[in-house]
């Protein structure tokens, strides 16, 4: 079922009721109100808006803080990140489950290229990227060429970094970061650390080339009936191969900032983002732009989900909760694009 099929209203002609003949209105007229106040495309927002205001009040002198906010904001910039990232073959009907491990293992290799063989660590960020990028190219070869599911393909792949990920590591941390890798992820401008920008201009790219960008309007084609796409010319199979690729440099590139900002690489490190980044794009599904996966949705998905945590967290809740509410999150996303897509 694609979550690309729009959703229609439902009409009712009306006769005796007062309306003229042919006159065609609205169906129920609850729903009309609730798209006159835009609660189907900006319900999580409302959401979002209503949560922080709620535990604004609940702990006054902690959450609604300049301090909060921006932990928030440099929290989450990795997992916009490969958030993002993981749209880009959603859009297209695939998924890429190697991402958290792509994570982990990029932000491994640069960390013990420049710790133990000496690199300079511009060259082993360098030299990162390009490892992560070819690995979403094999992860394409093998979908595209080859024909194996997304699903097994990078989840195989996946489970072989996670391997390599302890191999090259040694099951260790790796501390005693250069300090030009950590200024990548704990280096400051105007107060903010650069993780963040990094983040705002991953998302400006992401919404032109999704809105604004044929190739993005080529995505959803594809993802919404790829023989129909096919028909018009689309070159679904290049299309699908350059998603894995631009999948793995965002998932890569989250790594290496994961680990510069935490000042040491963790070989579990990336495994965590895995389920967030699926419950923010799901849930980001469901709203600004509904039925689609949308990167602006996934914005307000991601924030609302750390807020909800972030508050419940500061009311005194184990750490627990967070996986707890990411994998609810997914659950709740996907049963509404059933639903909707349904009616």
Same mark, same amino acid.
């Given at each position: 079922?694609?979550?690309?099929?729009?959703?229609?209203?439902?009409?009712?002609?009306?006769?005796?009721?007062?309306?003229?003949?042919?006159?065609?209105?609205?169906?129920?007229?609850?729903?009309?109100?609730?798209?006159?106040?835009?609660?189907?495309?900006?319900?999580?927002?409302?959401?979002?808006?209503?949560?922080?205001?709620?535990?604004?009040?609940?702990?006054?002198?902690?959450?609604?803080?300049?301090?909060?906010?921006?932990?928030?904001?440099?929290?989450?910039?990795?997992?916009?990140?490969?958030?993002?990232?993981?749209?880009?073959?959603?859009?297209?009907?695939?998924?890429?489950?190697?991402?958290?491990?792509?994570?982990?293992?990029?932000?491994?290799?640069?960390?013990?290229?420049?710790?133990?063989?000496?690199?300079?660590?511009?060259?082993?960020?360098?030299?990162?990227?390009?490892?992560?990028?070819?690995?979403?190219?094999?992860?394409?070869?093998?979908?595209?060429?080859?024909?194996?599911?997304?699903?097994?393909?990078?989840?195989?792949?996946?489970?072989?970094?996670?391997?390599?990920?302890?191999?090259?590591?040694?099951?260790?941390?790796?501390?005693?970061?250069?300090?030009?890798?950590?200024?990548?992820?704990?280096?400051?401008?105007?107060?903010?650390?650069?993780?963040?920008?990094?983040?705002?201009?991953?998302?400006?790219?992401?919404?032109?080339?999704?809105?604004?960008?044929?190739?993005?309007?080529?995505?959803?084609?594809?993802?919404?009936?790829?023989?129909?796409?096919?028909?018009?010319?689309?070159?679904?199979?290049?299309?699908?191969?350059?998603?894995?690729?631009?999948?793995?440099?965002?998932?890569?590139?989250?790594?290496?900032?994961?680990?510069?900002?935490?000042?040491?690489?963790?070989?579990?490190?990336?495994?965590?983002?895995?389920?967030?980044?699926?419950?923010?794009?799901?849930? #980001? =599904?469901?709203?600004? %732009?509904?039925?689609? !996966? /949308?990167?602006?949705?996934?914005? &307000? *998905? @991601?924030? +609302?989900?750390?807020?909800?945590?972030?508050?419940?967290?500061?009311? #005194? =809740?184990?750490?627990? %909760?967070?996986?707890? !509410? /990411?994998?609810?999150?997914?659950? &709740? *996303? @996907?049963? +509404?694009?059933?639903?909707?897509?349904?009616?």
């Amino acid at each position: 079922m694609s979550m690309d099929q729009p959703v229609t209203t439902d009409a009712i002609p009306v006769g005796e009721s007062g309306g003229h003949q042919g006159e065609v209105v609205p169906a129920p007229r609850r729903a009309a109100r609730g798209r006159s106040l835009g609660v189907n495309r900006f319900g999580a927002v409302y959401v979002l808006i209503i949560a922080f205001a709620v535990f604004s009040v609940l702990r006054p002198d902690t959450f609604p803080t300049l301090l909060n906010v921006r932990m928030l904001l440099i929290s989450q910039s990795v997992l916009m990140i490969v958030s993002i990232g993981m749209l880009f073959p959603a859009s297209a009907g695939e998924f890429d489950l190697s991402l958290g491990f792509l994570a982990g293992f990029t932000g491994i290799v640069v960390a013990w290229l420049s710790v133990f063989q000496g690199w300079h660590p511009y060259l082993a960020v360098l030299a990162g990227l390009v490892i992560a990028t070819a690995v979403g190219a094999i992860n394409g070869f093998f979908i595209v060429r080859i024909g194996v599911s997304s699903f097994i393909s990078t989840l195989g792949s996946g489970t072989m970094l996670s391997g390599l990920t302890l191999w090259v590591s040694r099951g260790s941390v790796i501390y005693d970061l250069p300090k030009q890798l950590l200024e990548l992820g704990q280096g400051r401008i105007l107060g903010m650390q650069l993780p963040v920008y990094v983040m705002v201009v991953t998302v400006i790219v992401a919404a032109y080339i999704f809105h604004y960008r044929p190739y993005g309007r080529y995505l959803y084609a594809v993802g919404g009936g790829r023989e129909a796409a096919r028909l018009a010319g689309v070159n679904c199979g290049m299309l699908t191969f350059s998603t894995f690729v631009i999948s793995a440099f965002l998932g890569g590139l989250g790594g290496i900032l994961l680990a510069a900002n935490g000042g040491a690489a963790n070989p579990d490190g990336g495994v965590d983002l895995l389920m967030p980044a699926f419950a923010a794009s799901f849930l #980001g =599904a469901t709203t600004i %732009v509904p039925g689609r !996966f /949308n990167v602006f949705g996934s914005v &307000v *998905a @991601v924030f +609302l989900l750390a807020v909800l945590v972030s508050g419940i967290q500061q009311m #005194g =809740a184990p750490h627990w %909760v967070s996986p707890v !509410f /990411n994998g609810a999150a997914l659950i &709740v *996303a @996907v049963a +509404l694009a059933v639903s909707r897509s349904r009616k």
